[in-house]
T-cell receptor, first 116, second 109 residues
């Protein structure tokens, strides 16, 4: 079974430029998460989708970040404009059934963003 | 105060040693306690989870939770070079995972 796929794996941009990350979750997983992991820190949740609905975006900086999950499968996370402090690894995860307390989240390899 | 505090590393141990990793948490309502392993340039992968207080063993790995002191631990016995990775504790409340900062472990051959 294929895991969570993310692209690109690496991205280097200059500040004020836009950037987009793409995620394809595990087939059949209805719940999708975007996390940001700063260097030396654990992942922090940005947004969670159940199917195509963003059910928790409380930690998403909405002035510059946006996300979408059209058709409830693939998802895109966008930053516009990027700032130096956005340099981090952006992780996508998916899970089968969020109603279960021990529902396992499967992570993709992440996109490492460097903003110059 | 962060919800989950993890003992900082890094740790470097010889092959065959016991590795001990620890975290504390602040919210007594947390029910599920997890350990993730993250290899360099990879996403985290679930290693073990436990529910409430007690021990759980899986091969060379033992996860321990003490809810009275809000303390969780992971022990790796007979450590191998392939165990070299960053280990992240995580606490689950509903769907939301709160992660520790991670401890990087290097097992020297």
């Amino acid at each position: 079974e294929a895991g969570v796929v993310q692209s690109p794996r690496y991205k280097i941009i200059e500040k004020k430029q836009p950037v987009a990350f793409w995620c394809n979750p595990i087939s059949g997983h209805n719940t999708l998460y975007w996390y940001r992991q700063n260097l030396g820190q654990g992942p922090e949740l940005l947004i969670r989708y159940e199917n195509e609905e963003a059910v928790d975006d409380s930690q998403l900086p909405k002035d510059r970040f946006s996300a979408e999950r059209l058709k409830g499968v693939d998802s895109t996370l966008k930053i516009q404009p990027a700032e130096l402090g956005d340099s981090a690894v952006y992780l996508c995860a998916s899970s089968l059934n969020v109603a279960v307390g021990t529902d396992t989240q499967y992570f993709g390899p992440g996109t490492r963003l460097t903003v110059l | 105060q962060k919800e989950v505090e993890q003992d900082p590393g890094p740790l470097s141990v010889p092959e065959g040693a016991i590795v001990s990793l620890n975290c504390t948490y602040s919210n007594s309502a947390f029910q599920y306690f997890m350990w993730y392993r993250q290899y360099s340039r990879k996403g985290p992968e679930l290693l073990m989870y436990t529910y409430s207080s007690g021990n759980k063993e899986d091969g060379r790995f033992t996860a321990q939770v003490d809810k009275s002191s809000k303390y969780i631990s992971l022990f790796i016995r007979d450590s191998q070079p392939s165990d070299s990775a960053t280990y992240l504790c995580a606490i689950s409340e509903d769907y939301k995972l709160s992660f520790g900062a991670g401890t990087t472990v290097t097992v020297r051959a």
